[in-house]
């Protein structure tokens, strides 16, 4: 979003966003199909007596049917949120409220997103049994240990296909099969992986999914879970009985429909865009590789292509981000980076070792551009060197 202007000699270099983990703008075919919604097709989807509650349950049905087909579902089994924080605590609490007094036990891995982890420990103070998974050095799910957790007793796995912080993408039909054999359900948080890479909820195995629009050039404030039919599920939200009965309450048509188009977009250009940001995301990490004490955070091979988390050495992190400027990039998860603890997906991974000082993640996106790596390794090997020199 931010590029370099060259006149002559002189370089002027516009803020640069590389925090697409975060959120991401919205597309302009996004807004243009939202933009309708907002005032000439006003209508409450849940008027069934005239044109403008017809038109409106029409552009949610269109955009359900987007949804769906960007993870491999059918349309009438996506229930429309607020977003991936509601979606997951929909999933989860839904789960429990329906599950047999044998089963009681949920298991969540270390590096979930603070949406899932702090719903498990209330549901812990609750009485539930709750275990944490434990993930390798490379971010992913320890299989054997997985094996191990999930028993009988257990209703709800929830492992989340791509890390927010770490880019990692998890084995999802390899962890589907190891919990379906013990008769429980597998959840996962796809806020970062709907739109980046191909998710198909049959063949993984996949029994509840949950995504939001602002990960993926959508409005924020509008998600959608996926709910695999027959799937046990109670809601949070009761009133109208919208959504199946699953989430009471208007539905935001113009988010909704901006969902559904980001959804169909995604679909179209994933192939072609997973590829240049790939190259791009390549050269970035070739630039500051160079650097000398730059270390890779989690799977390289198995790693969402807009993603790199790297640690620097010798370099103390604050510092780091203030000498960086006006790149928009993140120490650790948006919804974590504020609280000045060190990051529990990177805890969860370096195990004994200590959490690096100086470890930021890049979001590149769909509007990321190779000037902008160019003047982003330029910075950031001038930070470092500084840094690394007092």
Known sequence: MGSSKRHNTCVTRSPIYLDAHATTPVDPRVLDAMLPYFARDFGNAASSTHAWGWRAKEAVERARREVAAVVGAQARDVIFTSGATESNNLAIRGVAARAPAERRHLAVSA??????????????????????????SDGRVDLDALSRIVTERTALVSVMAANNEIGVLQPLAEIARIVHERGALLHTDAAQAAGKVPLAVASDGIDLLSLTAHKMYGPKGCGALYVRRRVPIAPLLVGGGHEHGLRAGTLNVPGIVGLGRACAVAAEEMPAEARRLARLRDRLLDGLAALGG?????????????NLHVSFDGVDGEAL??????????????????SGLPSHVLSA?????????AAIRFGLGRFTTDDEIDDTIAKFSAVVRHLRQH
């Open 111 to 136: 590096i979930e997103h603070k949406s899932v982890l702090e719903v498990a420990a209330q549901l812990g103070r609750e009485g539930w049994d709750v275990t944490l998974l434990p993930v390798g």
């Open 294 to 306: 730059v270390t890779v955070n989690g799977s390289r091979e198995h790693r969402l292509a807009h």
């Open 321 to 338: 981000l203030i000498g960086i400027g006006d790149i928009a990039v993140s120490s650790g998860s948006a919804c974590t980076s504020a």
């Open 349 to 357: 991974i370096m195990g004994d070792a200590p959490v690096p000082s």
